[in-house]
């Protein structure tokens, strides 16, 4: 069955330290996403792409790259990691139609010390 | 951008109450609503959504209601049972965007 990954799953890190979370999908969906989750806050868009070699910047960026170097995966790097950062990361991904669905991955809990 | 305001943050309710959950967004050229609900530790997933052109939808327990004039939105679920309780979240997203924005989430809580 097609699926969406994260890992890790969970992930301490330190302050300065760079940090690459993974986000893999099999859905061959050419729209993919990557949200933050705090408190109080819903889902925060950091970055999205639609399509191989594309990618764009959410609404809370700083801090944050992705790359698209094929359909299935879109890694999102932290180049600094930084104390503020410390949230729960889903990756999502969607189909062609604007109102497709959006499949969310199991989420990674990243803590920076 | 597109704005979307979700009320109340937290919802009690007994069981077999309804529940409902409203929306607003700000936006006139969206034209796609999907609620997702987030159960504790898990992921958030799909349980209904709404096109534009469409004034009300069903399925099963669960209903949303969709007013553009008033651009707001709303998920009914009835007769509710203590495995809805979860985070639910609506989004909108505008006409020409796969992108959703999200409201800040509604803790529901259904005591037995």
């Known amino acids: 069955d097609a699926e969406i990954t994260q890992s890790p799953r969970h992930k301490i890190t330190e302050t300065g330290r760079q940090v690459t979370l993974a986000c893999h999908q099999t859905w061959n969906h050419n729209n993919m996403f990557w949200y933050r989750q705090d408190l109080g806050h819903g889902l925060r868009l950091i970055h999205y792409s639609y399509g191989v070699h594309d990618t764009n910047k959410g609404e809370v960026s700083d801090g944050y790259s992705v790359s698209r170097s094929n359909t299935e995966d879109l890694p999102l790097t932290l180049e600094s990691a930084a104390s503020s950062q410390t949230s729960v990361y889903f990756c999502a991904s969607s189909g062609q139609a604007i109102t497709d669905t959006q499949y969310f991955g199991p989420g990674t809990r990243l803590t920076v010390l | ?112």
């Open chain 2, 1 to 112: 951008g597109e704005n979307v305001e979700q009320h109340p943050s937290t919802l009690s309710v007994q069981e077999g109450d309804s529940a409902v959950i409203k929306c607003t967004y700000s936006d006139s050229a969206s034209n796609y609503f999907p609620w997702y609900k987030q159960e504790l530790g898990k992921r958030p997933q799909l349980i209904i959504d709404i096109r534009s052109n469409v004034g009300e939808k069903k399925d099963q327990r669960i209903a949303v209601t969709l007013n553009k004039t008033a651009k707001h939105f709303s998920l009914h679920i009835t007769e509710t049972q203590p495995e809805d309780s979860a985070v639910y979240f609506c989004a909108a997203s505008p006409g020409g965007s796969y992108i959703p924005t999200f409201g800040r989430g509604t803790s529901l809580i259904v005591h037995p």
